[in-house]
């Protein structure tokens, strides 16, 4: 029978392609945004941060672009690789100090 | 490695059953966190620690309790189980615990059958 899961965004790219994954948050007065890799049986992994003084901000081959007028969120990888491969969560806090994690996307990169 | 240790990494326990799912934060960190990931939910907040003492609680359970020691370590206790607390459950570290990025560790597997 089918299962019942949580249904994946998923992003298809081709090795050496930019990969941008997207992401919608919720909360006004959340100022600090946060993205995590996070692989088959591991933990998530701190990719990337930004405050809300900020639009962007890069590290090694990842950008974070952040909108507040429209409450998005974008990651930008450069040059896709096949360790790249991963779901992708994105997460805000806000004054309460909890990290409030999005439902994730699951990126695939073919060689 | 995050430097943030969970142990066990699997436990398989029955129904009504209580089992206690430790942390150790990076070396340094003081706040402490927990976190339940399974399928249909993704990944929820349960309840933080700082300097131990509770500073956030999100969607625990009264079924479920946690305490920060004097040692900074952590424990998540979860009695009265049930079929749907089967999950992964993460705890993360982070230096102040205040709007900054977490340290996540590995995750116990939690099956409950």
């Known amino acids: 029978g089918e299962s019942v899961g949580l249904h994946l965004p998923t992003l298809s790219v081709q090795e050496g392609d930019n990969s941008i994954i997207n992401c919608a948050y919720s909360?006004?007065?959340?100022?600090?945004f946060i993205w995590y890799k996070q692989e088959s049986g591991k933990g998530p992994q701190f990719i990337i941060d930004i405050r809300s003084n900020m639009d962007k901000r890069q590290g090694q081959r990842v950008t974070v672009l952040l909108n507040k007028t429209v409450k998005h969120l974008s990651l930008q990888i450069a040059a896709t690789q096949p360790g790249d491969s991963a779901v992708y969560f994105c997460a805000e806090a806000g004054s309460n100090y909890k990290l409030t994690f999005g439902k994730g996307t699951l990126l695939t990169v073919n060689p | 490695d995050s430097g943030v240790t969970q142990t066990p990494k699997h436990l398989i326990t029955a129904t009504g059953q209580r089992v206690t799912l430790r942390c150790s934060p990076r070396s340094g960190d003081l706040s402490v966190y927990w976190y339940q990931q399974s399928l249909d939910q993704g990944l929820q907040f349960l309840i933080q620690y700082y300097n131990g003492e509770e500073r956030a609680k999100g969607n625990i359970l009264e079924r479920f309790s946690a305490q920060q020691f004097p040692d900074l370590h952590s424990e998540l206790n979860l009695s009265s189980l049930e079929l749907g607390d089967s999950a992964l459950y993460f705890c993360?570290?982070?230096?102040?615990?205040?709007?900054?990025?977490?340290?996540f560790g590995s995750g116990t597997q939690l099956s409950v059958l």
């Open positions: 993360a570290s982070s230096v102040q615990g205040s709007n900054e990025k977490l340290f």
């Open positions: 909360n006004s007065a959340s100022d600090y």
